[in-house]
């Protein structure tokens, strides 16, 4: 009989690729958390909101911004794939 081959003992980590993502979405993040706090505050300015109306557009553009950073790094794994076969 043959062994059965299992998908999680003949991969390994490729740590190049994890550490290109990584280094790419902690750049790309902080310039979108960056852009979802000065905006949510700019846009509560320009339609004279107050300090909380101000917080819950940070709030809002801050969730978007994980949904953006979520898509960058799914994305960015099809590119350069965390694991390659052993």
Do not use: C, Y
């Not at 280094?23 to 993040?29: C, K, V």
């Amino acid at each position: 009989m043959s062994k059965p081959v299992t998908a999680a003992g003949s991969r390994q980590i490729a740590w190049p690729s994890v550490i290109t993502v990584i280094s790419a979405a902690i750049l790309i993040g902080a310039e979108v958390f960056g852009a979802a706090f000065a905006g949510g505050w700019a846009l509560a300015i320009l339609f004279g909101l107050g300090d909380d109306a101000a917080h819950i557009m940070q709030a809002v553009l801050f969730v978007i911004g994980v949904v953006i950073m979520i898509g960058f790094v799914r994305n960015a794994q099809r590119i350069e794939p965390f694991f390659k076969r052993a």
